[in-house]
């Protein structure tokens, strides 16, 4: 092969994780076509401290906005800025990764985190620049997209740092984002890789991708460790959210095949939270001996439960771990804080805490929200992760479908609660490192299927649980390619746009809304729904907004079906979808009859349109972003 | 005497943490002293804008020269490592901190608090910047064998050293040695002498 002819073409499938808390790089080589070439971990280039370049494979997700006065430009800046390179990208020139991790943990004020779970969430324009959150006026805030396209600048100047011949633009990419992400979510991501410049990209939901990293891993036997018939539950616990995904072996043309068949609400929830219990376990001991805790030893508080939490939890041996938060000072010594976590505090917060016993109809518990909302992440007010799998697997058993079953009241005799029944269980996120936990999700799901007299739940062991999700999805581009078994699934969700019905009005009561099916469930990459049989008079030059609706639990809703009611859990309300039918010829107040389509993208965004009936034109359908 | 003796050793027991902290620091500044002394430009990974303090000539690097076989060539360390290695075991284990404390003042409770502080940061330190293994693998108190021509500078004699080689005695300590040093790179022009910068909280 003659490299220099080769030189636009891709040579690695590289796989980015693009979390919460850490973002991972994952490449394997295109030109080796051998099943067994290794997929590596890109050990990314980062600042650890003014001044000090330091590699790591995680790269933090987090963005220290720095004072004007604060470093001097050249303490900050990294081996790819040095030099007047044409290759580099981001605008945005704010300390990423470890060193904003440590300059943040002494000024929260100015430290952007958790960027990803914004976008993720519908009732904020992401676009709008408020982070950090509930900081001083002065600062120059950055909006959620903002961080996000910075992150995926710095790892494509890490990587063509080290691969300066092969830039990432040019490379098989694949991104993943929560299986949980709605369509505005996942487009917002898909928009920040190309204003990184990286437009070839595609999305892969990441228990898919710790799926897909399980099969490269046992590439050999994985068919002999999966049968005909199997539902895998993947059960992915980062650093802030949770994400579950249902994966069923199923059988084509003779060979195995896999197929998506459903994913879980978005659960902010993760391995952080726990940290932060213990921490707070910690402190609340401290100052039950009458000392004050400032903000700086509560953060090294939590920083210390985390390092005895991972020894405790793995040396089974050990019963108490001492924590030690020592003054500022040079004087390091007296004046310290010396605190003890023991063996039975860990199990008790964080296996009861997180991974309490619960029975499978159980649903999480939730108090009303507060009304004076103010701008804030939705976090899971349940911290009982086995409660949100009980409350998943329960919505997905096809009995349980409908609210309007024959059995509404739940009066059906002894028969056990119904659930979808998974027969294997994949674990992945570093909570997992810790075998009590992935042993008491196990433990759960035991009970659960004994009770509707099911065999034992099989365990697939993941090799790598931190690194799992960008090496699957670097694994996926070799897949799209045609080496290895592919998991359909398409869409997670059926998509509705809901209209409200032509009624005479009625004082104090809203006109009923019906939904309208405009996708159904698991429509592929790269395909497009029918169009919807509804018609609607729309005026050009004018913009026209739209209900939205997503239902995880209707599968088998075709465009078209017209849904009169529904209950809360069945449909959930996304931000509102609007278009704005420009004219190119200028002319506005034109009638004109629309129907609408949706379509998934190569790149695996929703794509919605309105098509002309009775012509050519097309309009994009916009997901809102404004709040609501 | 003998008891008392015992007693002030228990006492003294956290201040050997101190020691070990200080004999550790002195191994790694003599190991990147000597790492960077040889040349080893591709294992500390110093980017070509900085300047070693010292340059580091060493025998190597001039081969032709017609005096090398009776010249015997001292070379000047580089100081960047070691300031590197201070600054690393500061920020992240408090060691000159601890070290600059007077521990008489303290008890051994507060002595041994502050040493598990120093412990697991340097020990991150160890293991983040240098990859360090055993010279002999076999268990120490068991008896190993050394043949003639075997490498002086990893093993070393003692006790009744009389005899020709092959060697047989008695192992007492495994030895280390760094395999690989994967030290930060430095942005040019930054200040290394400053190993932990004073902090003032507004």
Same mark, same amino acid.
């Given at each position: 092969?003659?490299?220099?002819?080769?030189?636009?073409? +891709?040579?690695?499938?590289? *796989?980015?994780?693009?979390?919460t808390?850490?973002?991972?790089?994952?490449?394997?080589?295109?030109?080796?076509?051998?099943?067994?070439?290794?997929?590596?971990?890109? $050990?990314?280039?980062?600042?650890?401290?003014?001044?000090?370049?330091?590699?790591?494979?995680?790269?933090?997700?987090?963005?220290?906005?720095?004072?004007?006065?604060?470093?001097?430009?050249?303490?900050?800046?990294?081996?790819?800025?040095?030099?007047?390179?044409?290759?580099?990208?981001?605008?945005?020139?704010?300390?990423?990764?470890?060193?904003?991790?440590?300059?943040?943990?002494?000024?929260?004020?100015?430290?952007?985190?958790?960027?990803?779970s914004?976008?993720g969430?519908?009732?904020?324009?992401?676009?709008?620049?408020?982070?950090?959150?509930?900081?001083?006026?002065?600062?120059?805030?950055?909006?959620?997209?903002?961080?996000?396209?910075?992150?995926?600048?710095?790892?494509?100047?890490?990587?063509?740092?080290?691969?300066?011949?092969? $830039?990432?633009?040019?490379?098989?990419?694949?991104?993943?984002?929560p299986a949980s992400?709605?369509?505005?979510?996942?487009?917002?991501?898909?928009?920040?890789?190309?204003?990184?410049?990286?437009?070839?990209?595609?999305?892969?939901?990441e228990p898919? +991708? +710790?799926?897909?990293?399980?099969?490269?891993?046992?590439?050999?036997?994985?068919?002999?460790?999966?049968?005909?018939?199997?539902v895998i539950l993947v059960v992915d616990v980062g650093g802030g959210t949770t994400d579950l995904s249902l994966?069923?072996?199923?059988?084509?043309?003779?060979?195995?095949?896999?197929?998506?068949l459903a994913v879980g609400e978005h659960i902010l929830l993760g391995g952080d939270n726990m940290d932060l219990a213990l921490?707070y376990q910690?402190?609340?001991?401290?100052?039950?001996?009458?000392?004050?805790?400032?903000?700086?030893?509560?953060?090294?508080?939590?920083? *210390?439960?985390?390092?005895?939490?991972?020894?405790?939890l793995?040396?089974?041996?050990?019963?108490?771990?001492?924590?030690?938060?020592?003054?500022?000072?040079?004087?390091?010594?007296?004046?310290?804080?010396?605190?003890?976590?023991?063996?039975?505090?860990v199990i008790t917060a964080l296996v009861e805490g997180f991974f309490p016993k619960a029975a499978v109809d159980e649903v999480p518990r939730s108090r009303p929200r507060?009304?004076?909302?103010?701008?804030?992440l939705p976090f899971a007010q349940d911290a009982g992760i086995t409660r949100h799998l009980a409350k998943f697997l329960s919505s997905q058993a096809?009995e349980n479908a409908?609210a309007?079953?024959?059995?509404?009241?739940g009066?059906?005799?002894?028969n056990p609660p119904a659930f979808l029944k998974p027969?294997a269980v994949l674990f992945n996120g570093?909570v997992f490192?810790a075998p009590i936990l992935a042993q008491r999700v196990g433990e759960n799901l035991n009970r659960w299927l004994e009770e509707s007299?099911r065999?034992a739940i099989?365990h697939?062991?993941?090799?790598?649980?931190?690194?799992?999700?960008?090496?699957?999805?670097?694994?996926?581009?070799?897949?799209?390619?045609?080496?290895?078994?592919?998991?359909?699934?398409?869409?997670a969700?059926?998509?509705?746009?809901?209209?409200?019905?032509?009624?005479?009005?009625?004082?104090?009561?809203?006109?009923?809304?019906?939904?309208?099916?405009?996708?159904?469930?698991?429509?592929?990459? *790269?395909?497009?729904?029918?169009?919807? %049989?509804?018609?609607?008079?729309?005026?050009?030059?004018?913009?026209?907004?739209?209900?939205?609706?997503?239902?995880k639990t209707?599968?088998?809703?075709?465009?078209?079906?017209?849904?009169?009611?529904?209950s809360d859990d069945e449909?959930m309300?996304? %931000?509102?979808?609007?278009?704005?039918?420009?004219?190119?010829? *200028?002319?506005?107040?034109?009638?004109?009859?629309?129907?609408?389509?949706?379509?998934?993208?190569?790149?695996?965004?929703?794509?919605?349109?309105?098509?002309?009936?009775?012509?050519?034109?097309?309009?994009?359908?916009?997901?809102?972003?404004?709040?609501? | 005497?003998?008891?008392?003796? &015992?007693?002030?050793?228990?006492?003294?027991?956290?201040?050997?943490?101190?020691?070990?902290?200080?004999?550790?620091?002195?191994?790694?500044?003599?190991?990147?002293?000597? #790492?960077?002394?040889?040349?080893?430009?591709?294992?500390?990974?110093?980017?070509?804008?900085?300047?070693?303090?010292?340059?580091?000539?060493?025998? @190597?690097?001039?081969?032709?020269?017609?005096?090398?076989?009776?010249?015997?060539?001292?070379? &000047?360390?580089?100081?960047?490592?070691?300031?590197?290695?201070?600054?690393?075991?500061?920020?992240?284990?408090?060691?000159?901190?601890?070290?600059?404390? !007077?521990?008489?003042?303290?008890?051994?409770? !507060?002595?041994?608090?502050?040493?598990?502080?120093?412990?697991?940061?340097?020990?991150?330190?160890?293991?983040?910047?240098?990859?360090? &293994?055993?010279?002999? #693998?076999?268990?120490?108190?068991?008896?190993?064998?050394?043949?003639?021509?075997?490498?002086?500078?990893?093993?070393?004699? #003692?006790?009744?050293?009389?005899?020709?080689?092959?060697?047989?005695?008695?192992?007492?300590?495994?030895?280390?040695?760094?395999? @690989?040093?994967?030290?930060?790179?430095?942005?040019?022009?930054?200040?290394?002498?400053?190993?932990?910068?004073?902090?003032? &909280?507004?």
């Amino acid at each position: 092969m003659n490299p220099v002819e080769n030189n636009n073409a +891709a040579r690695y499938a590289v *796989g980015i994780d693009l979390g919460t808390t850490h973002c991972v790089l994952a490449w394997r080589a295109l030109d080796q076509e051998a099943p067994e070439t290794a997929i590596e971990v890109l $050990p990314i280039t980062q600042l650890g401290s003014p001044g000090s370049v330091v590699e790591s494979q995680q790269l933090a997700s987090l963005m220290y906005l720095t004072h004007p006065n604060e470093l001097s430009e050249q303490a900050l800046s990294l081996p790819w800025n040095s030099n007047s390179n044409s290759n580099v990208t981001g605008s945005l020139n704010q300390p990423l990764g470890s060193i904003a991790q440590n300059l943040g943990a002494k000024t929260p004020i100015r430290l952007v985190s958790s960027a990803k779970s914004w976008l993720g969430h519908t009732g904020v324009d992401c676009k709008e620049a408020f982070l950090p959150l509930d900081s001083v006026d002065e600062i120059d805030k950055v909006s959620p997209y903002e961080a996000t396209v910075a992150y995926l600048c710095h790892l494509k100047n890490a990587w063509q740092h080290r691969f300066p011949d092969a $830039p990432l633009a040019q490379q098989k990419l694949t991104i993943t984002v929560p299986a949980s992400f709605d369509p505005k979510a996942r487009e917002l991501t898909a928009e920040a890789a190309q204003e990184a410049g990286l437009n070839q990209a595609i999305l892969l939901e990441e228990p898919q +991708a +710790a799926f897909y990293s399980w099969v490269f891993d046992n590439a050999d036997t994985w068919r002999d460790q999966v049968q005909l018939g199997d539902v895998i539950l993947v059960v992915d616990v980062g650093g802030g959210t949770t994400d579950l995904s249902l994966i069923e072996v199923k059988e084509d043309s003779g060979e195995l095949s896999l197929e998506r068949l459903a994913v879980g609400e978005h659960i902010l929830l993760g391995g952080d939270n726990m940290d932060l219990a213990l921490a707070y376990q910690v402190k609340a001991k401290v100052e039950a001996q009458g000392k004050t805790l400032e903000m700086w030893q509560i953060n090294a508080l939590t920083h *210390g439960c985390r390092a005895a939490k991972e020894a405790l939890l793995t040396d089974t041996d050990l019963q108490t771990v001492p924590i030690v938060v020592p003054s500022r000072g040079s004087r390091m010594m007296g004046g310290g804080l010396r605190a003890e976590l023991t063996r039975d505090e860990v199990i008790t917060a964080l296996v009861e805490g997180f991974f309490p016993k619960a029975a499978v109809d159980e649903v999480p518990r939730s108090r009303p929200r507060s009304a004076l909302s103010k701008k804030s992440l939705p976090f899971a007010q349940d911290a009982g992760i086995t409660r949100h799998l009980a409350k998943f697997l329960s919505s997905q058993a096809p009995e349980n479908a409908t609210a309007f079953s024959n059995d509404p009241l739940g009066v059906n005799g002894n028969n056990p609660p119904a659930f979808l029944k998974p027969t294997a269980v994949l674990f992945n996120g570093g909570v997992f490192k810790a075998p009590i936990l992935a042993q008491r999700v196990g433990e759960n799901l035991n009970r659960w299927l004994e009770e509707s007299a099911r065999p034992a739940i099989k365990h697939l062991s993941s090799a790598d649980l931190d690194y799992a999700v960008a090496r699957g999805a670097a694994y996926y581009g070799t897949v799209r390619e045609g080496n290895g078994v592919r998991i359909k699934g398409g869409t997670a969700c059926a998509y509705y746009v809901g209209i409200e019905s032509a009624m005479p009005a009625v004082p104090g009561m809203e006109p009923p809304l019906q939904a309208f099916c405009i996708a159904p469930f698991g429509l592929e990459e *790269g395909s497009s729904a029918a169009n919807s %049989p509804e018609e609607f008079a729309l005026l050009t030059g004018q913009s026209v907004e739209f209900r939205f609706f997503a239902s995880k639990t209707r599968r088998d809703d075709q465009v078209g079906t017209v849904l009169e009611s529904w209950s809360d859990d069945e449909l959930m309300e996304l %931000p509102p979808i609007s278009a704005k039918l420009d004219d190119l010829t *200028g002319a506005s107040g034109q009638g004109v009859t629309v129907t609408l389509q949706a379509g998934v993208t190569e790149v695996g965004t929703l794509k919605l349109e309105a098509v002309e009936v009775q012509g050519q034109r097309r309009w994009k359908i916009e997901f809102d972003v404004r709040d609501h | 005497m003998n008891p008392q003796l &015992e007693q002030l050793l228990t006492q003294l027991d956290p201040l050997h943490y101190g020691l070990l902290g200080f004999s550790f620091l002195l191994i790694i500044i003599l190991v990147i002293s000597r #790492s960077t002394g040889s040349n080893n430009a591709d294992a500390v990974t110093t980017p070509d804008s900085v300047k070693p303090a010292a340059p580091a000539d060493s025998v @190597e690097s001039e081969p032709q020269s017609a005096q090398v076989a009776s010249t015997v060539k001292i070379t &000047e360390y580089s100081t960047d490592a070691a300031l590197q290695v201070l600054g690393l075991l500061q920020q992240e284990a408090r060691l000159i901190d601890f070290l600059q404390e !007077e521990v008489q003042h303290f008890s051994d409770a !507060e002595v041994g608090a502050a040493a598990r502080v120093v412990h697991e940061g340097a020990k991150k330190v160890l293991t983040d910047n240098f990859l360090i &293994e055993p010279i002999r #693998s076999e268990d120490e108190e068991s008896h190993v064998t050394l043949d003639e021509g075997f490498n002086t500078a990893e093993v070393r004699l #003692s006790g009744n050293v009389v005899g020709k080689p092959p060697f047989t005695g008695l192992l007492i300590h495994r030895g280390w040695k760094v395999s @690989e040093v994967k030290l930060p790179k430095v942005i040019d022009g930054h200040d290394l002498t400053i190993i932990a910068p004073a902090e003032v &909280e507004l």
